[in-house]
């Protein structure tokens, strides 16, 4: 028997027993809820019936169900290597947007570089069945899954995959030009972690650019930041300004005999601004620092920074545009390699060279 117009079902409301109660069918009901251009032909009372009862019954849809029909669970795994301030919290944002506005949910996973879980967590995300993965400064010829992969700032050349990556080249020369322009000719070098994959690129770039403009690298002005001697102690994050710190201690231990650095990341550049403040040197008056990201603090350091900006909104929110592209099409053809312009933000921490000599 129809349920009366005038009872309200008791406990989870689903599409059954919302018509039930609305004395509709569940087809008619589907159609208005779920926006069908077929619902044009509904009268607009029995739509707007609908919706009001919908709403006052806090009618929520079984994605469950919706997932089965559409061979799709709405959701995709993301990995990091970890979850710090800077660099992952500016490209999760653009990539949440993204999803949200596609009503995707998403599971995060930290694998902090450890071997065993980069391998391991894509595995138990496939096992929830998700659609698709995005891989954030993780490398991808590690992972082997049978759905869509879209990595940032990996450059993994392997089959399945879309890299999301930054013009390294341009963002170098930005940098090495503007300190080359201020009279800088003994730079120090802050190089990446060898974990990081974008490390060796940058460090690629910076040679070439030298070589363009007619810059002398010192080896002995090149530090690394996983190779300085020194390591995370128990409880310390491993993006803490401590990564650029010990370096540069290092560093000024053995020579003070350079005008400014190129630090990895602008989390790094922090700490040496530290270290150089210990040693009793100005920034930017003695030294020059340059950074790399603009993370959201890098404008209230002091000095504050000068740094290249990657777009890391743009880049975590075009990677979830192109995963969710390729979750809904397939067997379509996918570009390869996706490439991000660059910026250079000058703020307070670079000037003129104290002392200018050609070497």
């Excluded at 350079?258 to 040693?279: E, M, P, Q, S, Y």
Aim: a negative charge.
């Amino acid at each position: 028997m129809a349920r009366s117009k005038d009872s309200t079902p008791s406990g989870h409301v689903n599409l059954r027993t919302l018509a039930e109660h609305l004395e509709l069918s569940q087809t008619t009901v589907s159609l208005v809820l779920n926006n069908s251009p077929s619902a044009k032909s509904i009268p607009q009372e029995t739509r707007n019936r609908v919706l009001e009862a919908a709403a006052r019954l806090n009618y929520r849809p079984n994605y469950f169900a919706r997932s089965l029909r559409q061979s799709r669970s709405m959701s995709v795994g993301v990995l990091a290597p970890d979850l710090s301030e800077g660099y992952f919290t500016r490209v999760m944002s653009g990539v949440v947007q993204e999803l949200t506005r596609a009503h995707y949910f998403y599971f995060t996973a930290c694998h902090d570089w450890n071997r065993e879980l980069i391998e391991q967590y894509p595995r138990m995300l496939v096992e929830r069945a998700v659609d698709g993965f995005l891989l954030l400064n993780t490398p991808a010829d590690q992972i082997e899954v049978p759905v869509p992969v879209v990595a940032i700032s990996a450059h993994s050349e392997v089959p399945n995959v879309t890299n999301i990556v930054l013009d390294h080249h341009e963002a170098v020369a930005s940098a090495l030009k503007h300190l080359y322009e201020l009279g800088h000719r003994r730079i120090a070098f802050m190089r990446g972690p060898h974990a990081i994959p974008d490390s060796e690129f940058r460090w690629q770039s910076i040679q070439q650019v030298a070589e363009e403009i007619g810059l002398r690298i010192d080896p002995t002005l090149v530090v690394r930041i996983d190779s300085a001697g020194w390591s995370i102690k128990a409880g310390e994050h491993p993006m803490a300004p401590e990564i650029g710190h010990k370096p540069m201690k290092g560093l000024l231990d053995q020579t003070r005999d350079f005008t400014a650095v190129f630090c990895f990341n602008d989390i790094a550049a922090i700490g040496a601004i530290r270290a150089l403040k210990d040693a009793g040197l100005r920034v930017p008056e003695d030294v020059s620092v340059v950074g790399f990201d603009d993370i959201q603090s890098a404008a209230y350091n002091t000095p504050s920074l000068t740094t290249v900006r990657q777009p890391l909104f743009e880049m975590g929110q075009r990677g979830a545009q192109i995963l969710l592209e390729r979750i809904a099409n397939r067997e379509a053809p996918f570009s390869a390699e996706v490439v991000m312009a660059p910026e250079l933000v000058i703020r307070e921490s670079t000037g003129p060279a104290k002392y200018f000599k050609e070497y």
